[in-house]
């Protein structure tokens, strides 16, 4: 992998900045997979014979997951929003900046810093979003659709956080050799072209909210508009 000037550049500062001599990538990694894994397992131990009506939470919420992810992804983390203007200086101002189409991989283990969500950023996610809203589910529904709920949106942060870092580890590995990898590495590796970043492939994960409203990148499309970044 060659890396562009300006992109090396933007990597050496943006380490100086904001990787502290502390920060490992590895741990970084393994306290959300830990927390996933631990409260999936839970979830499972706790659903007791769902029905078939309970068993429809799980391919409910992974879409509604899906459009979640393109929508927060195409708008907030792409367009300064007020109160939540932060997501968009770390993903546009920083990760997109940080990994280009032509360098999108990570030099070292440190380099997750720039992939991984920041620790507060998943408990946030946690306290306001899983656990209330399966807490609800649990006592208004059933115990199963609550479960069923957690399981599949953790999961689902959980699948994000592992595609998104196998897009930004070399290609070669046995991570990135599974199946259907490659094309998905494609559509990420695409948005990573600055001049399509807030036009095309809002999906980080599996391309259904892109195919819904017609934000796939063709391959064969030039991209010749000059980049926008606002702010
Ligand atoms: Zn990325
Ligand atoms: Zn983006």
């Known amino acids: 992998m060659t890396i562009p000037p300006r992109v090396a550049a933007f990597r050496e500062a943006y ?17 959300p997979l830990a927390i996933c894994l631990t409260t999936m397992s839970i979830g499972l131990w706790r659903i007791h014979e769902p029905v078939f009506l309970e068993l429809l939470t799980v391919p409910i919420t992974f879409l509604i997951a899906n459009m979640v992810e393109y929508w927060v992804h195409r708008h907030p983390m792409h367009r300064p929003m007020g109160p939540v203007a932060e997501l ?7 990760h997109h900046f940080f990994y280009t189409h032509e360098a999108m991989e990570a030099e070292s283990r440190r380099d997750f810093h720039m992939v991984l969500f920041p ?5 946030f996610f946690i306290v306001f979003f899983v656990a209330p809203i399966g807490a609800a589910f649990f006592l208004l529904l059933t115990p199963n659709v609550g479960w069923l709920y957690i399981i599949t949106v953790m999961a689902y942060f959980l699948t994000y956080e592992l595609l998104h ?14 199946p259907g990898m490659a094309s998905l590495r494609r559509h990420h590796t695409a948005h990573h072209d600055q001049r399509l970043m807030s036009s095309h492939n809002f999906n980080i994960t ?8 017609g934000t796939i990148h063709v391959e064969h499309e030039a991209a010749t508009e000059p980049v926008q970044v606002a702010g």
């Open 206 to 213: 599996f391309p259904i909210g892109d195919l819904v409203f």
């Open 165 to 178: 870092l196998a897009y930004h580890l070399p290609p070669q590995t046995a991570v990135g050799r599974l």
């Open 15 to 31: 380490r100086a900045d904001h990787i502290h001599s502390w920060y490992s990538g590895a741990r970084h990694l393994a306290i």
């Open 119 to 123: 620790g507060v950023t998943a408990a």
């Open 88 to 94: 968009y200086r770390r993903h546009t101002r920083q």
